[in-house]
């Protein structure tokens, strides 16, 4: 069964992510990515589409979030789309909320098909950890979320949890509060990008890295990092 599951899940995965490029490229046209013009287009033609029905269109990527967590999908890229197709508040809310739930959907896959496979290849490796989950599950994971899952994949932090058994309930609750700081910072800056494009006549690396919608955020996410270190050394350290 989890040899089929897996088998499924891998031709399922490719099978969006080959949807997903054709309808990329599908629309784009390779010869004018040279052309700052072009880009001004396809951001006022996906800021009037988004706006003709935006619940709809939140909905759909809602439901695209979950399933590209499902499939083992980067957070990072989909952080940045959002906030290019939704703004700051209203890509954090979906992000948020639809990377949670695909979290959990994929903790519960693997939990439930391979428990005993992820322990035998994770276990060893993450022993350091698991006794510190153990003392307070919710608030610990709340940390390791917040520091960004200390460099594990997005995946692999996803799936940690099965280590210790932890309870679906606080493996939702502590994702969610704990991804709030890093996606809002992430969906400023895709929203950033949206508002350059939009206000910009032509392209300069110079000015779009001084735009306060652009340096606001990356300095918010410097100082996000080195509170992530901070609280790193102190709760994560091999001391502990």
Do not use: H
Not at 33 to 41: G, P, T, V, W
Not at 53 to 82: D, E, K, Q, T
Not at 218 to 238: E, R
């Amino acid at each position: 069964m989890s040899k089929n599951l897996k088998i499924f899940l891998g031709v399922t995965y490719l099978f969006i992510l080959i949807v997903f490029l054709y309808f990329i490229f599908g629309i784009i046209q390779v010869n004018r990515l040279d052309d700052f013009s072009y880009y001004k287009e396809l951001q006022s033609n996906l800021d009037n589409y988004i706006s003709t029905n935006i619940f709809i269109n939140l909905f759909y990527f809602f439901i695209f979030g979950i399933f590209w967590v499902v499939l083992l999908g980067f957070g990072s890229p989909i952080l940045i789309i959002s906030g290019i197709l939704f703004g700051k508040w209203l890509g954090t809310f979906v992000s948020v909320l639809s990377l949670s739930i695909g979290a959990l959907a994929l903790y519960s896959i693997g939990n439930y098909f391979f428990k005993d496979l992820l322990k035998l290849i994770l276990e060893k490796k993450f022993d350091k950890y698991i006794s510190l989950f153990q003392k307070n599950e919710f608030f610990y994971f709340f940390i390791y979320r917040f520091v960004g899952g200390l460099g594990v994949p997005f995946f692999l932090q996803n799936l940690l949890p099965i280590l210790f058994e932890m309870k679906k309930r606080n493996y939702f609750l502590s994702s969610c509060f704990g991804f709030i700081p890093s996606f809002f910072i992430m969906n400023t800056i895709g929203a950033g990008l949206n508002i350059y494009v939009k206000e910009a006549s032509s392209f300069s690396l110079i000015n779009l890295i001084l735009s306060k919608e652009i340096y606001l955020p990356i300095l918010m996410f410097v100082f996000l990092m080195f509170v992530s270190l901070l609280i790193k050394k102190k709760f994560f350290n091999d001391r502990n």
